[in-house]
């Protein structure tokens, strides 16, 4: 019998065209991280983000993934900040379109560069597979965790791409790299899309815009 578990694609095409991606992959478990890093870029690409738009950065294993995502969120604003006449300008998680964070300091009117613009959403990739110790509870448990945190507080997506695997065969099949007949389905495919629909939802959302 067919299942009734999984994502159901959305009725909606998003343009990525003007969103800006961040990719923060683990090296552990290394050749199910590529499938996955490679199916999120290729679902990136469709959607029209461009890839000057999407910055790809590495760190040892997942327990490393929020730190990365907290200090590339509020990188990518101070890199914003940075390019704008108004010195004390542009710290501003969670506000889109980015405004003024004060006012009576006239600037002109900045062309921003899409390299400068914050990130819209952050994929954090990592493959954790369950070994004899207690070690996988605590990092699964502590990595959730630390990547709702960061998502709430900054108002940036952060897109859970971490696979929690009890054994390698589960997260081969995860990434579509499965040894049996069937290969599984690649989990970083829709990782790349959740990206895409969650930036553009937050930057509708932070106009006010619902419809
Ligand atoms: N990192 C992963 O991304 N996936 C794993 O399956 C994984 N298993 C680990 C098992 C043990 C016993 C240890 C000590 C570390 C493991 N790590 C794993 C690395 C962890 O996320 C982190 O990089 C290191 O603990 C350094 O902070």
New binding site residues.
């Given amino acids: 019998m067919a299942s009734i578990k999984g994502l159901l694609p959305s009725e909606t095409k998003y343009d990525g065209s003007a969103l800006r991606i961040a990719i923060v992959h683990?090296?552990?478990?290394r050749e199910v991280i590529d499938a996955l890093v490679a199916g999120a870029l290729q679902k990136l690409k469709e959607a029209g983000v461009k890839e000057s738009n999407i910055v790809v950065q590495s760190?040892?294993?997942?327990?490393?993934l929020p730190l990365a995502c907290s200090r590339m969120i509020a990188g990518s604003h101070i890199q914003l900040a940075s390019n704008d006449t108004d010195l004390l300008g542009g710290l501003n998680f969670g506000t889109y379109p980015k405004v003024p964070s004060r006012t009576g300091t006239p600037a002109p009117v900045a062309a921003v560069t899409m390299p400068n613009e914050p990130f819209d959403a952050v994929i954090a990739i990592?493959?954790?597979?369950k070994?004899s110790?207690m070690?996988?509870e605590y990092?699964c448990d502590s990595v959730s965790h630390a990547l709702m945190k960061i998502q709430v507080d900054t108002g940036v997506p952060v897109i859970f791409g971490v696979l929690t695997a009890l054994t390698d065969g589960q997260a081969l099949d995860r990434a579509g790299l499965g040894r049996g007949e069937n290969k599984g389905h690649n989990h970083g495919e829709d990782w790349g899309l959740a990206a895409v629909e969650m930036g553009s939802h937050c930057r509708r959302w932070g106009q006010g815009k619902f419809a």
């Fill in positions: 683990a090296r552990w478990n760190v040892p294993g997942s327990f490393e990592g493959v954790l597979i070994g110790t070690h996988f990092i």
